[in-house]
């Protein structure tokens, strides 16, 4: 036998590659499904929408809440620190000393420092006729002529106390003070310890003092002649360097009380903004839970959908595995018809929660922040989420055999 002749009785067929699906033929085998059904498939991806967009919404809300927190901060300040009779744990507290501001302005870091003391026996109403016992929760107190640059406090209508007005019958209501006296402009006169005072201002709310809010503020001069005020402040308000914040508050209370420094309760402001802060984070953590729960349902509700495709499209499948379409293509399919089922409601919940981030920041006054990473997360959850629903319907459909797809 000839050499040519055995090379050819040798010969052997070239292997075949295995067949591939390109890219576009995928998505375009896996959305096939979605556009005969158009409304299943909103109505399905909606469930993985109203999820995603749940929890962009929550943390986005969360983080604009926060970035407000801080420009709110940013513009009142950290560093004021307030300084008051702390409670005894047996006796009597003792007092604040008269001149407890000139013995904090004496210590190394200290800008600004004021003093407020509550008048308990001296009450505001709006008129003569008003029921004495019905207070209103309102505070008559005296208050220095610097307090309201201390506590970066701003007049709302009318004006400030001065030297003149502090020393007659005249009042600075807050802001709460005002409205439930029904007070809404300077040259109201009210009811204050048995006599007429007249308005000559009216506060906005001061964050970082709320207790100025329900006060009617007058001047020490006045306080002392006419209401036996006997100079002992009942809180201290101090402005501190901002690099000096620590060190300063180890300092105010044996600077107060030598004798007694623990009777000296000191505390800032500012850290109770950040505690309500920190609340909020938690209630947001909890809000995330009920999102990541309604993700949950939208999956269910994507793997309920492809089961039933799958039944449904029994003979599409036969048919394909009959034409030469291989179990690896079936499987393919429907797991991407499953993607693209959930990077819908994924793409659509993250625009949604976007929006809402949006318009509850704008609602609150709050710069809106969305994290990129919010976005990214989220949409990548819900092909996670995808890919697990469709899993199960994909190797279910590449499972049917073709005869048996044929004859249901």
């Not at 292997?15 to 390109?22: K, M």
């Not at 809000?287 to 999956?299: D, H, N, Q, Y």
């Not at 625009?351 to 809106?368: C, R």
Request: a neutral charge; hydrophobic letters at 50%; charged letters at 15%.
């Amino acid at each position: 036998m000839s050499a040519s002749r055995l090379r050819r009785s040798t010969h052997q067929p070239p292997a075949t590659a295995p067949s591939r699906l390109r890219p576009d033929d995928l998505l375009a085998l896996g959305s096939s499904g979605l556009r005969a059904k158009p409304a299943r498939a909103i109505l399905s991806a909606l469930g993985i929408a109203i999820g995603v967009a749940a929890m962009v919404a929550v943390l986005g809300i969360s983080a604009s809440s926060q970035a407000g927190l801080n420009a709110r901060l940013a513009a009142l300040g950290t560093n004021l620190l307030t300084a008051t009779v702390a409670p005894p744990s047996s006796g009597d507290p003792i007092p604040l000393p008269v001149n407890a501001t000139d013995r904090l302005a004496r210590l190394p870091g200290i800008e600004d420092t004021s003093a407020i003391a509550d008048l308990p026996d001296v009450h505001v109403y709006r008129s003569s006729y008003s029921d004495p016992d019905r207070t209103g929760g309102l505070t008559v107190t005296a208050a220095e002529l610097n307090l309201l640059d201390t506590v970066a406090g701003s007049v709302r209508a009318g004006g400030w106390l001065n030297r003149t007005t502090a020393a007659f019958p005249t009042t600075v209501l807050g802001a709460t003070a005002a409205m439930r006296l029904g007070v809404t402009e300077p040259g109201t006169l009210v009811w204050l310890g048995g006599q007429n005072a007249m308005v000559v201002g009216i506060l906005d709310p001061v964050p970082l003092a709320p207790e100025l809010d329900v006060a009617a503020l007058i001047g020490v001069p006045v306080a002392t002649v006419e209401h036996a005020f006997a100079g002992n402040p009942t809180k201290l308000y101090q402005r501190v360097d901002d690099s000096a914040v620590e060190q300063v508050r180890t300092l105010i209370g044996p600077a107060v009380q030598p004798a007694a420094p623990a009777a000296v309760a000191v505390s800032r402001p500012s850290d109770a903004l950040a505690a309500i802060n920190a609340v909020d984070e938690s209630f947001t953590g909890m809000l995330v839970g009920i999102g990541s729960i309604a993700l949950l349902v939208g999956a269910i509700g994507v793997a309920n959908t492809m089961v039933i495709s799958v039944i449904e499209r029994r003979r599409e499948i036969g048919l394909r595995r009959a034409l030469g379409a291989t179990r690896r293509h079936i499987r393919l399919q429907f797991l991407t018809e499953a993607l693209v089922l959930s990077a819908m409601g994924g793409v659509a919940g993250a625009g949604i929660g976007y929006l809402v981030t949006w318009g509850v920041a704008l609602a609150s006054g709050w710069p809106p922040v969305v994290p990129p990473l919010v976005l990214i997360v989220g949409a990548a959850s819900t092909l996670v989420v995808g890919a697990v629903a469709g899993l199960y319907p994909a190797i279910r459909a590449a499972r049917t055999p073709p005869t048996a797809a044929l004859n249901s």
